[in-house]
């Protein structure tokens, strides 16, 4: 289907045969598969990086959100870090649902949700599958948020929470890694980071399994928020 208005930011063309699927991305090679869901999920991801890329009023930040008595707990971290078991997990314990997959912040450094379903893997074989809000008797938070808490962690076997409290600089570099906007919009995403840094605890640690350190975490916000 030809697009009318040619005053689009990117493009992304699907061709089906009738037995391969083919998506053609500017800067990238094509992609091919004849599995629907799996060629599916992977045109659904490029979709939102692209959004993320070319928002003009958000900064997308690739992370697991939680609000907490009206804060945000924001999880920066990469694909395969464990974002979405902890998310479930803190959900599970009361908190609310925001996202699992990006953090969505206005000019302001105000926190949007960002809803879908949980994307969990199993932990024997590693196999996708998703995760209702609903399953785990939690609840979606709506309304935007500032934030409370940015926390860099990931799962070490054995590993003890002592955070370390960061800098607002220190923070500001350290998320600037997971922003998407950086790559069309670099000014606008570096003053909304260092507003979300000038009022967030920031914090770095290593933590043992989600669901032994969910509760820890709340508590820890609890008895530590601003």
């Given at each position: 289907?030809?697009?009318?208005?040619?005053?689009?930011?990117?493009?992304?063309?699907v061709?089906?045969?009738?037995?391969?699927?083919?998506?053609?991305?500017?800067?990238?090679?094509?992609?091919?598969?004849?599995?629907e869901?799996?060629?599916?999920?992977?045109?659904?991801?490029?979709?939102?990086?692209?959004?993320?890329?070319?928002?003009?009023?958000?900064?997308?930040?690739?992370?697991?959100?939680?609000?907490?008595?009206?804060k945000?707990?924001v999880?920066?971290?990469?694909?395969?870090?464990?974002?979405?078991?902890?998310?479930?997990?803190?959900?599970?314990?009361?908190?609310?649902?925001?996202?699992?997959?990006?953090?969505?912040?206005?000019?302001?450094g105000?926190?949007?949700?960002?809803?879908?379903?949980?994307?969990?893997?199993?932990?024997?074989?590693?196999?996708?599958?998703?995760?209702?809000?609903?399953?785990l008797?939690?609840?979606?938070?709506?309304?935007?948020?500032?934030?409370?808490?940015?926390?860099?962690t990931?799962?070490?076997?054995?590993?003890?929470?002592?955070?370390?409290?960061?800098?607002?600089?220190?923070g500001?570099?350290?998320?600037?890694?997971?922003?998407?906007?950086?790559?069309?919009?670099?000014?606008?995403?570096?003053?909304?980071?260092?507003?979300?840094?000038?009022?967030?605890?920031?914090?770095?640690?290593r933590?043992?399994?989600?669901?032994?350190?969910?509760?820890?975490?709340?508590?820890?916000?609890?008895?530590?928020?601003n």
């Amino acid at each position: 289907t030809e697009i009318a208005d040619q005053n689009v930011d990117r493009t992304i063309e699907v061709n089906f045969d009738g037995t391969t699927y083919e998506m053609i991305y500017p800067g990238s090679e094509p992609a091919r598969g004849e599995d629907e869901v799996v060629f599916f999920k992977y045109f659904d991801s490029i979709v939102r990086a692209s959004v993320g890329e070319e928002a003009r009023d958000f900064v997308f930040l690739h992370a697991g959100v939680v609000g907490w008595n009206g804060k945000a707990i924001v999880l920066p971290g990469d694909s395969y870090k464990g974002k979405s078991t902890l998310v479930a997990e803190l959900v599970r314990a009361g908190a609310e649902y925001y996202s699992d997959d990006f953090a969505l912040f206005n000019s302001d450094g105000l926190l949007y949700p960002f809803h879908r379903h949980l994307a969990m893997r199993r932990r024997d074989n590693f196999d996708p599958y998703s995760l209702t809000v609903e399953e785990l008797e939690g609840k979606y938070g709506y309304e935007p948020i500032p934030t409370g808490l940015v926390l860099f962690t990931e799962y070490v076997k054995g590993s003890r929470f002592r955070p370390r409290r960061m800098s607002a600089g220190e923070g500001v570099l350290e998320l600037v890694q997971y922003a998407l906007s950086m790559r069309q919009r670099s000014e606008f995403a570096f003053r909304v980071l260092n507003n979300i840094a000038s009022r967030a605890i920031i914090i770095s640690s290593r933590r043992g399994t989600a669901e032994t350190f969910a509760k820890t975490l709340l508590n820890f916000v609890d008895n530590h928020g601003n």
